[in-house]
Nanobody, 119 residues
């Protein structure tokens, strides 16, 4: 099992910044992908960004140039620096851990952290 604990959410005005953190613990496999997803009111959960163990990142178009995802493998922690926040970024943000070992794929989710951007 892998446990994920998110932190850093809150209320911010449009144009502001927040930094989310997700700390992983448990049976972590070295080669993994960690991602940030979000689910806004009345919307489906969507991928925001993800990062491989080697540091390769992928972003949804709507956050490119504004959000930066990074990771500290020594701390098993990933971060999402969110700049120039917009009201449409309001959502619950979830951290996800994925690894694949042979035929086995494991996925774990955090509990989520609320981000609210006021206009």
């Amino acid at each position: 099992q892998v446990q994920l604990v998110e932190s850093g959410g809150g209320l911010v005005q449009a144009g502001g910044s927040l930094r989310l953190s997700c700390a992983a613990s448990g049976s972590i496999f070295r080669n993994n992908v960690m991602g940030w997803y979000r689910q806004g009111p009345g919307k489906q959960r969507e991928l925001v960004a993800d990062i491989t163990s080697g540091g390769s990142t992928n972003y949804v178009d709507s956050v490119k140039g504004r959000f930066i995802m990074s990771r500290d493998n020594a701390k098993n922690t990933v971060y999402l620096q969110m700049n120039s926040l917009k009201p449409e970024d309001t959502a619950v943000y979830y951290c996800k851990y994925t690894d694949v070992v042979g035929p086995r794929r494991r996925e774990f989710w955090g509990q989520g952290t609320q981000v609210t951007v006021s206009s």
